[in-house]
């Protein structure tokens, strides 16, 4: 099992474009959560999906909204980036047993 | 406000020497509180969770709502020890996990 999958791994974008990173769950996951990075900070709650909803957002706005695809896998949309969304981004997932969250290793994303 | 707050930057000790790891959390309900952990290149991973009370590579914390912490311990630091450590908070039933900033633990030959 390849645990969780994210792609790509690095990305750079221009100040006012939009970006969309992609995250496969391990095997038996159901439950995705995303996570924003910030250089020398711990990950920040974006949101979580759960049978294809949005259950939970954390502080963040509008522009950044996700989906989750029968399969379980789910897509983070950013629109109208600015440079301070420059960070990693961790895809986290879980089945409905699971008492802790499996994370992948992240996209880097700059904004230039 | 639900806040976790690890106040350690970097910790650098000696191997062999024992390890404490600080964290304290702000949250108005029943905490449930994890270690995660992130070693060189290596993606961030559970070490461990309060309610299940185990010890896992040497390590223990105990939650002691009294001062509302959750101290990652170790009584002999190796070297392979050397990691980012964060300590999380479940804020919800959703498991919606807020984390500290995270401390690097450095353990030096």
């Known amino acids: 099992d390849a645990g969780v999958t994210q792609s790509p791994t690095h990305l750079i974008k221009t100040r006012g474009q939009q970006v969309t990173l992609r995250c496969s769950p391990k095997?038996?996951?159901?439950?995705v959560s995303w996570y924003q990075q910030a250089l020398g900070q711990g990950p920040q709650f974006i949101f979580q999906?759960?049978?294809?909803?949005?259950?939970q957002r954390g502080n963040f706005p509008d522009r950044f909204s996700g989906h989750q695809f029968p399969n379980y896998s789910s897509e983070l949309n950013v629109n109208a980036l600015l440079l301070g969304d420059s960070a990693l981004y961790l895809c986290?997932?879980?089945?409905?047993?699971?008492?802790?969250?499996?994370f992948g290793s992240g996209t880097r994303l700059t904004v230039v | 406000a639900q806040r976790v707050t690890q106040p350690e930057k970097l910790l650098s000790v000696f191997k062999g020497a024992p390890v404490e790891l600080k964290c304290n959390y702000s949250?108005?309900?029943?905490?449930?509180l994890f270690w995660y952990v992130q070693y060189s290149r290596q993606r961030l991973q559970l070490l461990l969770r309060?309610?299940s009370r185990e010890s896992i590579k040497g390590f223990t914390a105990d939650l002691n709502k009294g001062e509302t912490s959750f101290h990652l311990k170790k009584p002999f630091a190796q070297e392979e020890d050397s990691a980012m450590y964060y300590c999380?908070?479940?804020?919800?039933?959703?498991?919606?996990?807020?984390f500290g900033a995270g401390t690097r633990l450095a353990v030096h030959p």
């Open positions: 095997s038996g996951h159901d439950t």
């Open positions: 999380a908070l479940n804020s919800g039933g959703y498991n919606k996990l807020i």
């Open positions: 986290a997932s879980r089945g409905s047993w699971d008492y802790g969250y499996t």
């Open positions: 949250y108005s309900g029943s905490p449930e």
């Open positions: 999906y759960y049978e294809e909803e949005e259950r």
């Open positions: 309060h309610i």
